[in-house]
T-cell receptor, first 114, second 114 residues
Framework: QKEVEQNSGPLSVPEGAIASLNCTYSDRGSQSFFWYRQYSGKSPELIMSIYSNGDKEDGRFTAQLNKASQYVSLLIRDSQPSDSATYLCAVNMGYGGATNKLIFGTGTLLAVQP | NAGVMQNPRHLVRRRGQEARLRCSPMKGHSHVYWYRQLPEEGLKFMVYLQKENIIDESGMPKERFSAEFPKEGPSILRIQQVVRGDSAAYFC????????????FGSGTRLTVV
C-alpha cells in the first residue's frame, strides 16, 4: 500500500464548476496535511494546510480532513483555467520528532476547460 | 528574503561525471529537505538535514549519492558517476521547524545526463 494515494487524473471540469480532489494516507499517526499546486515545469507551491478534522476554507479553496477514514480532500470553487495544474497531497509522516518529513502523493492533474 | 535558492537551474552532465546541486534555505530556516521528481511521477523524499547533521537519509540511493549541510554555506547534493536514470528535477525545501507546518520549495535543478 502506498503511503499517500491520489487519483492521477486527469480531472476535467468546466470553468466555474467545483473541482474535488481526493487523497488517502496510510499512517494513522500523521499530524499535518497539505495541498501543493505544481504548474508544469515549476516547483510545488503550498496552497492549503489542515491539522484537525473538519473543513478549512481559504478563498475559493476548502480543505477537508477525516482522520478516522484517513482521508483528505481539496475543493476548488468557481474553477478557473488558471487553476489547471497538478495538485499534490502531502502528509507529515512522523510524530513531530526529528525524523518527520512530508510524503507526497503522485498528484492529480486538474484541467479546467474554458 | 529571496526564498529558497537553488542553483544551477539546469545542469547537463555526461555519463560518469559528477553533479553538484546547491541549495540555500530561506533566512532563518535550519531544516533542509531534498526531493527528486522523475517525469510524470510525484516527489520522492531523499534526505533531511539540519546544520552539520543528516537526520534522515532513508530515501537516498545507497551508492553514488551524498548530501551535506555545512555550518557555513549551502546544502549540497552530490551525485557521482551519473547515469541516464539520474535525469530528473531535484527540489530542495526548507523549514523553520521540521515538517509539521509544511515547507517552502526552491525552483529546482533540472539535471540531464547525456
Amino acid at each position: 500500500q502506498k503511503e499517500v494515494e491520489q487519483n492521477s487524473g486527469p480531472l476535467s471540469v468546466p470553468e466555474g464548476a467545483i473541482a474535488s480532489l481526493n487523497c488517502t494516507y496510510s499512517d494513522r499517526g500523521s499530524q499535518s496535511f497539505f495541498w501543493y499546486r505544481q504548474y508544469s515545469g515549476k516547483s510545488p507551491e503550498l496552497i492549503m494546510s489542515i491539522y484537525s478534522n473538519g473543513d478549512k476554507e481559504d478563498g475559493r479553496f476548502t480543505a477537508q480532513l477525516n482522520k478516522a477514514s484517513q482521508y483528505v480532500s481539496l475543493l476548488i470553487r468557481d474553477s478557473q483555467p488558471s487553476d489547471s495544474a497538478t495538485y499534490l497531497c502531502a502528509v507529515n509522516m512522523g510524530y513531530g520528532g526529528a525524523t518527520n518529513k512530508l510524503i507526497f502523493g503522485t498528484g492529480t492533474l486538474l484541467a479546467v476547460q474554458p | 528574503n529571496a526564498g529558497v535558492m537553488q542553483n544551477p537551474r539546469h545542469l547537463v552532465r555526461r555519463r560518469g561525471q559528477e553533479a553538484r546541486l546547491r541549495c540555500s534555505p530561506m533566512k532563518g530556516h535550519s531544516h533542509v529537505y531534498w526531493y527528486r521528481q522523475l517525469p510524470e511521477e510525484g516527489l520522492k523524499f531523499m534526505v533531511y538535514l539540519q546544520k552539520e547533521n543528516i537526520i534522515d537519509e532513508s530515501g537516498m540511493p545507497k551508492e553514488r549519492f551524498s548530501a551535506e549541510f555545512p555550518k557555513e554555506g549551502p546544502s549540497i547534493l552530490r551525485i557521482q558517476q551519473v547515469v541516464r536514470g539520474d535525469s530528473a528535477a531535484y527540489f530542495c525545501a526548507s523549514s523553520h521547524e521540521g515538517a509539521l507546518n509544511g515547507y517552502t520549495f526552491g525552483s529546482g535543478t533540472r539535471l540531464t545526463v547525456v
